[in-house]
Structure formats: structure tokens, C-alpha cells
């Protein structure tokens, strides 16, 4: 399967990625990932992004297309991906199509989590991540079980410089103007399932593999 998980800051992309890993063994391949990887290890990619993503802009669409075209290519030919994040404009999108076209691979869903804006502030304000393993919780939905501490690894958990209240209006504002365009874009070309992101990780990921069933 090669899916596009699509959806604003927040409404749960990593979350279900990561359930949907386990249940089907897809790669997740997240660009926020990447690129907060590349900043942490001070790479040429991580300085050029950095900027943009503490303001809550976008990466320009060069420097993202040629990471997720060098990690496409290491996942090879078989095995099926969850892309989460990306692409982010249509400029992106198009690049996608391209780059899955030139190798006979094209996309076979692409989910759009759709969740109320304020559910959407409240989940990311209070999101907190594993700085070891990358687990994520929330301060009032999921705690861990020792503040500050991940229950998996026993890591310190942290709030993204991104998910301050200010900066998250920023992303929101940025995925109407410039990744929401992309649900007319996928369901132009058929491919577009809408779910409700409401509810417990758990009920979302169901309403998202009756989506899938039938088709795979
Ligand atoms: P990125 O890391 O992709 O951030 P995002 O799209 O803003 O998405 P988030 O990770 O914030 O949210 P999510 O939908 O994955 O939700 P999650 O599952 O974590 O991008 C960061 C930055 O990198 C961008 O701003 C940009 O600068 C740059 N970038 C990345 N890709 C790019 C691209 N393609 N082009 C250009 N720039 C790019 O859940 C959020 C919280 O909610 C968690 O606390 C979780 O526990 C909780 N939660 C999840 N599901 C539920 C539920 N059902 N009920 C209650 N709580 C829930």
C-alpha cells in the first residue's frame, strides 16, 4: 500500500501512521521527522530549515522534495510507505506524482483526518514528545505515567518549539493557504478518503482501515 496520510497540524497524522505500522508494517516516513532530525544533527538540510519551522513556515519546496526523493529511493521498490507531511503544497504533490509515475508505483489512498480547530490547538499545546524515542503523549489526554518521563524508555519528554499557542496559529493559517488545496488536487484523481480524526486513536484508526478495506 502507498498512502498519503493529509490533514492539519495536529489532527493526529503521526499517531495513526504509527498505530498503522504496527497493524500493517508500512514504513512511516514523516518529513517533520526528517527535518527535525536534520536540525538536531546540524546537517546543511537542518540549518537551511530551521528557521522556517520554529516561525511555523513551510520548508521551501526544493530542499523537501530532494529529502523525500534520497528516502523514497532507500525504501525501495516493494515495500509499501505512509508518507505523513508531505507533500504539503501542490508544487509538492506534483513532484510526488512525478517521482511514483516515473517508477510504475502510484499512490493508492490518501486519507484527510479532518478534526474541529480548537480540538486542534488543545491537542498540540499540550502534545509532548519522547526526546529518546520519539513516543508521544499529552498533558491532559495521554500522561505518562511520571511527569516529564516516557513510559516506554524512561527519556525526557519535551514541548516542540513549534506547539506554542502562537506559533500553532501560524501552521494553521499556513496548511489553509497552502496545503488544504491539496484535498481538491487528490480528489480530482479519485484518491481522496475523508475520515472523521475525532475520538480515540484507537475508533480513528478503524474508521481509517474500513476506508481501506475492500480496496487492498
Ligand atoms: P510536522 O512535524 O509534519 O508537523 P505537523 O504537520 O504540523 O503535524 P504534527 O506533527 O504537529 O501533528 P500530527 O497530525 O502528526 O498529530 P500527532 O499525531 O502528532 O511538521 C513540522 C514543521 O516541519 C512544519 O511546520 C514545517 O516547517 C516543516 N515541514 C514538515 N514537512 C514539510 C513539507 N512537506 N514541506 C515543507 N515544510 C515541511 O498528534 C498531536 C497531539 O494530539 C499529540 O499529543 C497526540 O497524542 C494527540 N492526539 C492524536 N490523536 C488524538 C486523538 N484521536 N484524540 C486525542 N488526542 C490525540
Known amino acids: 500500500m502507498r498512502i498519503v496520510l493529509l490533514g492539519p497540524p495536529g489532527a493526529g497524522k503521526g499517531t495513526q501512521a504509527k498505530l498503522m505500522h ?19 544533527e546540524r546537517t546543511a538540510l537542518g540549518r537551511a530549515a530551521q528557521d522556517y519551522m520554529e516561525r511555523g513556515e513551510l520548508v521551501p519546496d526544493g530542499l523537501v522534495i530532494d529529502m523525500i526523493d534520497e ?48 480540538e486542534l490547538v488543545r491537542r498540540l499545546s499540550g502534545r509532548r514528545t519522547c526526546r529518546n524515542c ?53 480528489r480530482a484523481r479519485g484518491l481522496l478518503r475523508e475520515v472523521d480524526g475525532t475520538g480515540e486513536p484507537a475508533q480513528v484508526l478503524d474508521r481509517i482501515v474500513a476506508q481501506l478495506k475492500g480496496r487492498h
Do not use: K
Open 22 to 40: 504496527d497493524r500493517f508494517g508500512l514504513s512511516h516516513i514523516a518529513t517533520g521527522d526528517l527535518l527535525r532530525t536534520a536540525v538536531a
Open 71 to 118: 528516502r523514497l529511493q532507500r525504501n525501495g521498490r516493494s515495500d509499501g510507505f505512509m508518507l505523513d507531511g508531505f507533500p504539503r503544497t501542490v508544487a509538492q504533490a506534483e513532484a510526488l506524482e512525478r517521482w511514483l509515475a516515473a517508477r510504475g508505483m502510484p499512490l493508492d489512498d490518501v486519507i484527510l483526518l479532518e478534526v474541529p480547530r480548537e
Open 134 to 186: 520519539g513516543a508521544m503523549y499529552h498533558v491532559a489526554f495521554d500522561r505518562p505515567a511520571q511527569a516529564g518521563v516516557c513510559d516506554r524508555c524512561g527519556g525526557e519528554l519535551y514541548q516542540r518549539d513549534d506547539d506554542r499557542e502562537e506559533t500553532i496559529r501560524a501552521r494553521l493559517a499556513v496548511y489553509d493557504n497552502s496545503t488544504a488545496p491539496l484535498a481538491d488536487f487528490y
